[in-house]
């Protein structure tokens, strides 16, 4: 491919600016060519402030308009329809976190992205920034020794008037917008699937978890763990993953967004040291990922299996909690 990738985008999310509009930019060989959203005249407002030149009605429209990639960042209970509609008609797709409504649509979706042979990615944005190959360079060094827990956070106050992630129809919950992040950190610091040993939960609305506790075992490693999220009112903004090993303990401060400033202190033996990791914001390095995917078949880490795990952990949080997944 010598032209850039074009790509188009369903609805005009608030998320879009920084994960994909702003990046595009600046990036070479992508070009966001069109948008759609159900208030056309909010895909004109990001069309106008980002130079999308082509808003179009309707996200079938996007779909019959001459681009390469689809970006969805729609509500999650619309993930699984629009992004299997995208690969239908022939177009790669980045489809925003978390995946889907629960691990059945997660890899219905992959499915059909195997099928059609077309890159499907969950745009996981933290995994693709320097930081997060320094913590998987730490890990698989062995410095820490044995590894005796895994613990991740992740708070942030989202107002309940907030629709799209506080309502159960829309697929919403602390865990589902928020806590996928502490899943994700878990798995990828402990190179495998943790158990749920209990899940405790608050709800604002029914069904609808603001506060989570999640009692976890790695079960190849032995250790155990606690991942945590909220969003309920007066929450303050927390994003940290710790391991503690038999030789000492890694603290990572906001591996969510490194770009906006972070810490790795490493103390083995009880000597730390503190570094930080160079990088471009998370969105322009998933961006990069997410062309070379389409242009050049590079791998990507957030996608087939790895999405359809962090669905199935999430769903059996629900499930140990008493609520009910998402979308079932």
Not at 274 to 285: A, D, I, P, Q
Not at 286 to 294: G, H, I, K, S, T
Request: proline share 5%.
């Amino acid at each position: 491919m010598t032209a850039p990738l074009r790509i188009g985008v369903f609805g005009a999310a608030g998320i879009s600016a920084k994960a994909l509009l702003q990046p595009a930019l600046d990036t070479d060989g992508v070009e966001v060519s069109v948008i759609a959203a159900r208030d056309r005249s909010r895909a004109q407002a990001q069309a106008d402030d980002f130079g999308i030149a082509n808003v179009v009605d309707t996200y079938d429209d996007v779909l019959a308009s001459d681009v390469d990639a689809i970006y969805n960042p729609l509500p999650i209970n619309l993930h699984h329809e629009w992004t299997i509609k995208a690969l239908r008609a022939g177009k790669h797709v980045l489809c925003e976190k978390p995946f889907a409504s629960n691990a059945g649509e997660a890899a219905e979706m992959i499915a059909v992205g195997e099928e059609t042979g077309l890159v499907l990615m969950e745009a996981f944005h933290w995994r693709y920034h320097p930081l997060a190959d320094r913590i998987g360079e730490i890990m698989a060094s062995g410095a820490l020794g044995d590894v005796k827990r895994i613990d991740a956070t992740f708070n942030v106050e989202i107002p309940p008037e907030n629709r799209v992630r506080q309502a159960y129809e829309l697929s919403g919950g602390a865990l589902m917008d928020l806590g996928c992040y502490p899943v994700q950190w878990a798995r990828f610091a402990s190179g495998e699937q943790p158990e749920v040993v209990s899940s405790t939960m608050a709800q604002g609305e029914a069904n609808v978890d603001i506060t989570t506790d999640i009692d976890v075992r790695y079960p190849n490693l032995g250790a155990t763990g606690h991942l945590q999220t909220a969003m309920h009112p007066g929450a303050q903004f927390e994003a940290w993953l710790e391991v503690e090993g038999a030789n000492g303990l890694l603290r990572v401060e906001n591996p969510l967004a490194p770009h906006s400033g972070h810490s790795v202190a490493l103390t083995v033996d009880g000597q730390t040291s503190k570094e930080t990791v160079e990088g471009r914001t998370t969105y322009h390095h998933q961006l990069e990922a997410f062309r070379d995917a389409v242009v050049d078949g590079a791998p990507f880490p957030t996608g087939g299996a790895d999405s359809i795990e962090t669905m199935e952990f999430i769903d059996a949080s629900y499930t140990a909690a008493g609520l009910t997944p998402r979308g079932t």
